[in-house]
T-cell receptor, first 111, second 111 residues
Framework: DAGITQSPRHKVTETGTPVTLRCHQT?????MYWYRQDPGHGLRLIHY???????DKGEVSDGYSVSRSKTEDFLLTLESATSSQTSVYFC??????????FGQGTRLTVV | GQQLNQSPQSMFIQEGEDVSMNCTSS?????WLWYKQDPGEGPVLLIA?????ELTSNGRLTAQFGTTRKDSFLNISASIPSDVGIYFC???????????FGTGTSLTVIP
């Protein structure tokens, strides 16, 4: 267990509402990532962070923002949720050759 | 973003058979990783590869870092029912620390 906790584990929200997903790590790792997983697409990187207040976009960042005010917490926000953002969201920590270690995921449904 | 093509998309095999899958990228990767995902869980790291030509084993699993640095291979010998799941390749490109993932190979083992 890599010490990664995602919350909530499941959420149903309405189109147009803001949603924030939380990732908490106890490994004191510098790098943290948010991925979304959809059938046929594998895992796609949304945003990642390489330190407190240091973040960068991944390949599917539109409609998402992130914040990292503490080493242990990485927040993913959907400012105005859309049905296309229904997905399973995974947080991960790690870097380079050590690989990425994943949380258990958050299943988000936008209705 | 980086394109990782993983094949085959799915496999149905008899228990005891060997399995082979591969992953190719559109650019050179510094690290290749192989993950397994069980239903409802996050991906779990199986094997990490660090240099071209490297061959690494983890029990019945063997993975290779392709000599061109644009591909990787995973073999599973003598498959058993608990091998069922989705296998993902992943890697970090020459630039940056992001992990990019393939679309996965779904493995079904028939007892």
């Amino acid at each position: 267990d890599a010490g990664i906790t995602q919350s909530p584990r499941h959420k149903v929200t309405e189109t147009g509402t803001p949603v924030t997903l939380r990732c908490h790590q106890t490994e004191n790792h510098r790098y943290m990532y948010w991925y979304r997983q959809d059938p046929g697409h594998g895992l796609r990187l949304i945003h990642y962070s390489y330190g407190v207040k240091d973040t960068d976009k991944g390949e599917v960042s539109d409609g998402y923002s992130v914040s990292r005010s503490k080493t242990e917490d990485f927040l993913l926000t959907l400012e105005s949720a859309t049905s296309s953002q229904t997905s399973v969201y995974f947080c991960a920590i790690g870097q380079g050759a050590m690989g990425a270690f994943f949380g258990q995921g958050t299943r988000l449904t936008v209705v | 973003g980086q394109q990782l093509n993983q094949s085959p998309q799915s496999m149905f095999i008899q228990e005891g058979e060997d399995v082979s899958m591969n992953c190719t990228s559109s650019s050179i990767f510094n690290t290749w990783l192989w993950y397994k995902q069980d239903p409802g869980e996050g991906p779990v790291l199986l094997i990490a590869l660090y240099k071209a030509g490297e061959l690494t084993s983890n029990g019945r699993l063997t993975a290779q870092f392709g000599t061109t640095r644009k591909d990787s291979f995973l073999n599973i010998s003598a498959s058993i029912p608990s091998d069922v799941g989705i296998y993902f390749c992943a890697g970090t490109p020459n630039t940056g620390n992001q992990f990019y993932f393939g679309t996965g190979t779904s493995l079904t083992v028939i007892p």
